[in-house]
């Protein structure tokens, strides 16, 4: 399929999905997922764009599961995209990875803990691919501003921003809704970030803990605030995901979350 730019996922009277799972653990569980969530958001005419890793890099513990590789992640991506014509978006790190993951995926998605790092969003930029910026968990919604003209200084003005919860004390995170038509402002659309907003990080164990049972207050809300984009993790069987099990949504459930979503959405419009 063709590149596609951000006027592509901006519909009337509905919001755009980017949904998968974190990381991509095997081919049969990627596609899987994939051809669910495209007959769903097919059916309630979402644009959807198919969400995995294809390497964790920012992992609590050192023997966390990272991915299976990150040339045989690539190419699984690639065959979602090329089995299923969905555009795709995956996390890049490092400047160096910005062109090979470009090879495979639409939307290079720069994490949180990264969005102010100039050289690698001005090399996400330089690829001509849609950027998402997560704003940073420490980051005012205003100081995104900032992560924007990095990427826009190459020329490329094909930018989402994502919410994804700001930190509260040192376990917990919050969403503040006002950041949504905040960083509207700037006239890029605005994602929220629905499972990720309910990690609980920096737990004793090692491994980050989360709230899913609050999925659908938290997108809900985001709708209702006007968010353009619904970014959420989804898995078969979250118990047995090896990367943010704990506040994923069950992919059984994702279909009556996005018809009430939608409800909401065209109720408001």
């Keep these: 399929m063709n590149d596609i730019s951000v006027e592509d996922l901006i519909k009337k009277d509905t919001f755009f999905l980017l949904a998968g799972p974190c990381v991509v653990e095997s081919e049969e569980m990627v596609m ?10 097919a059916k309630l005419g979402i644009p959807y764009v198919f969400k995995a890793s294809y390497r964790k890099a920012n992992r609590s513990k050192v023997d966390s599961y ?13 065959k979602v995209k090329a089995t299923h014509q969905l555009p795709i978006v995956t996390d890049i790190h490092t400047e160096s990875e910005a062109v090979n993951a470009a090879r495979h995926a639409d939307i290079l998605q720069i994490p949180a803990f990264l969005c102010r790092q100039t050289d690698l969003l001005v090399a996400a930029g330089k690829t001509n691919k849609i950027v998402n910026i997560k704003k940073g968990q420490f980051l005012s919604p205003q100081a995104m501003q900032f992560a924007i003209d990095k990427v826009a200084s190459t020329g490329n003005k094909n930018i989402l921003v994502t919410e994804r919860g700001t930190t509260f004390g040192y376990q917990d995170l919050v969403v ?20 990720h907003s309910l990690q609980q990080p920096n737990q004793a164990s090692g491994v980050t803990g989360g709230l899913p049972k609050l999925i659908e207050t938290i997108a809900k809300a985001g709708i209702a605030a006007g ?12 118990s ?30």
């Excluded at 503040?176 to 629905?194: A, S, T, Y």
């Excluded at 968010?227 to 979250?238: A, L, N, V, Y």
């Excluded at 090896?242 to 909401?264: F, H, T, V, W, Y």
């Design 66 to 78: 990272t991915g299976i590789g990150d040339e045989e992640a690539l190419a699984i991506l690639g």
């Design 227 to 238: 968010t353009d984009g619904i970014f959420i993790e989804t898995h078969p069987d979250p």
């Design 240 to 269: 047995k995901a090896k990367s943010d099990g704990a506040n994923m949504l069950p992919l059984d459930q994702l279909e009556r979350l996005l018809d009430k979503l939608l409800r909401i959405k065209k109720a408001i419009s």
């Design 176 to 195: 503040d809704m006002r950041g949504i038509p905040e960083m509207q402002k700037f006239n890029v659309p605005v994602v929220l970030d629905v499972t």
């Design 32 to 41: 899987q997922i994939a051809e669910k969530v495209k007959s769903i958001t």
